[in-house]
Nanobody, 122 residues
Framework: EVQLVESGGGLVQPGGSLRLSCATSGFIFSGSGMSWARQAPGKGLEWVSGIHASGTTYYADSMKGRFTISRDTTKNTVYLQMNSLKPEDTAVYYC????????????????WGQGTQVTVSS
């Protein structure tokens, strides 16, 4: 059974940082691409960042320079380091199995995690 479990969300002040984790099981993590997506209140899902099975990383334009995606294949975990957070980054963040993270969309997502809430507010 495929499982994706996000953690690390919370309340942070503008300009602060958070690191999200997504612990996975039930599939060959090292051979899989992964993506992070988010859904802000009242808005649709937005692709945030992805990491190809090769390790190449990709980012939405608004996240470049602030967010960093990484993975630990020994722990089957993907991370999203978020710096310089803004109120508009407030959203539920999801990790997902994405065979084509280089495309920067969510149409090929295979599995989703349950999400973790990130709130950026003073």
């Amino acid at each position: 059974e495929v499982q994706l479990v996000e953690s690390g969300g919370g309340l942070v002040q503008p300009g602060g940082s958070l690191r999200l984790s997504c612990a996975t099981s039930g599939f060959i993590f090292s051979g899989s691409g992964m993506s992070w997506a988010r859904q802000a209140p009242g808005k649709g899902l937005e692709w945030v960042s992805g990491i190809h099975a090769s390790g190449t990383t990709y980012y939405a334009d608004s996240m470049k320079g602030r967010f960093t995606i990484s993975r630990d294949t020994t722990k089957n975990t993907v991370y999203l380091q978020m710096n310089s957070l803004k109120p508009e980054d407030t959203a539920v963040y999801y990790c997902a199995i994405d065979p084509t993270p280089q495309l920067g969309h969510l149409r090929n997502i295979q599995y989703w995690g349950q999400g973790t809430q990130v709130t950026v507010s003073s």
